[in-house]
């Protein structure tokens, strides 16, 4: 189970999509068959915002929730109480425009839930009438859908629907859409796609901390000159000595080299990591910091499945920095230059080999939802899935905790 971000045009999040996958097919390929419908009277997308909690996974915003020609059935109050309003069920090409489907969405809509539509070619618009008249998205692939004729069409009959383009690989892809007009949210890897080039040059305050970086990334980094280094940034500065000032019962702490050897050479270090990188995201996409920060604790709480205990912390950081290209603008290669980081790091994250690789191999399918990827890697590694899954839903809850701390 996963959560996609949906971007309006101005790279702000304004919902997620819940994406799950009940089964491993390729460990359980009788689930192709007669078993494949087992558990579809429940709605995965519920039970993860009931355990979770909708302001975890999607803040302010809506949480779009696929549902299945059984599970659109199902007593939607008793597996969710979130608010029906930020729901919104998004439904394919396999719930027909017949009588029994239109009526079980009309219901929905009457208890205040919205609804969305996905994978409709164009010569089924017509035959979906009834429902895209109660539906309040329309998700459509820019690559198959000429969005001139669709902005009409759609504004002429169903004025009120709005346009969600998908499927978007890269930023120009994005840009060019935005020109264009028309959608009203935006979905694909854009927003973190690697970069193959870029400017040369970093700005001086990100300068300052790939600085930091390399002082803590040292064995046996010196605490003063790490507190040193922190002073010369005054959102740091205060984060620390209010983090630190939480842990004392007398809160004295007034200088930065203090507060560094009250936290200790290992627990400051782990935090450099984790505030530096923020700070450093500050001019990006909110998603961009929110997917590092998940993979630092996704990576980190996978190293018992992939037998890695003794690589948790760089496994930490290997997901910490898997979009520092994104970040300088740089390719990979040449932002690993910039910043101290184990071999092991450098080799997974440039050349997609060496130990902790298959880790990040695995995060990055899951977090694009491409499950029977995922399925095949745990496959030919002998690892099951629901630790897979159980370390996704801790760092979510992590992240969760990590932002109301902040707050």
Not at 28 to 45: E, I, L, W, Y
Not at 270 to 280: Q, S
Request: a negative charge; one cysteine or more.
């Amino acid at each position: 189970m996963t959560l996609i971000p949906l971007f309006n045009e101005n790279m702000a999040v304004k919902a997620y999509s819940v994406f799950s996958q009940k089964d491993n097919f390729f460990l359980n390929p009788m689930m192709q068959g007669t078993r494949q419908n087992d558990g579809a009277a429940s709605v995965d997308g519920l039970d993860l915002i009931r355990t979770m909690g909708i302001e975890t996974l999607s803040g302010n915003e809506e949480i779009f929730v696929p549902v299945t020609k059984i599970s659109i059935f199902c007593d939607m109050e008793s597996q969710c109480d979130a608010p029906h309003e930020r729901i919104v069920f998004l439904i394919d090409n396999t719930i027909t425009p017949n009588e029994m489907y239109v009526n079980r969405l009309r219901e929905l809509k009457e208890k205040g839930y919205k609804l969305a539509v996905r994978k409709l070619a164009v010569m089924d618009f017509e035959n979906y009438r009834e429902i895209l008249k109660l539906a309040d998205y329309v998700f459509l692939n820019n690559r198959k859908i000429a969005i001139d004729k669709a902005k009409i069409y759609f504004r002429k009959l169903y004025p009120n629907i709005m346009l969600c383009a998908v499927g978007i690989d890269t930023m120009e892809d994005y840009e060019g859409l935005i020109a264009q007009g028309g959608y009203q949210l935006y979905e694909g890897k854009f927003y973190r796609v690697p970069v193959t080039k870029g400017p040369h040059e970093v700005a001086p305050l990100k300068a300052n901390y790939i600085e930091l970086l390399n002082v803590v990334n040292n064995e046996n980094f010196e605490l003063t000159k790490a507190a040193d280094v922190i002073g010369r940034d005054v959102a740091l500065t205060l984060s620390l000595l209010k983090m630190v000032n939480r842990m004392t019962v007398n809160s004295g702490i007034s200088t930065i080299r203090h507060a560094a050897a009250m936290l200790g050479q290992k627990e400051l270090k782990k935090w450099i990591n984790t505030a530096v990188v923020n700070e450093m995201y500050a001019d990006k996409p909110g998603e961009v910091t929110r997917v590092s920060m998940l993979r630092a604790k996704f990576a980190e709480f996978l190293a018992p499945a992939f037998g890695m205990q003794d690589k948790s912390d760089e496994l930490f950081l290997m997901g910490l920095f898997s979009v520092l290209d994104v970040i300088l603008e740089k390719p990979m290669e040449e932002a690993l230059e910039m910043i101290t980081v184990a071999a092991d790091i450098r080799e997974a994250l440039i050349n997609r080999s060496g130990r902790l690789a298959p880790v990040l191999e695995v995060m990055e399918n899951y977090e694009n939802a491409d499950f029977s990827e995922v399925s095949r890697l745990l496959l030919l590694a002998k690892i099951d899935v629901n630790p897979v899954n159980d370390a996704y839903m801790r760092s979510l809850a992590w992240y969760r905790d990590l932002m109301y701390e902040k707050k």
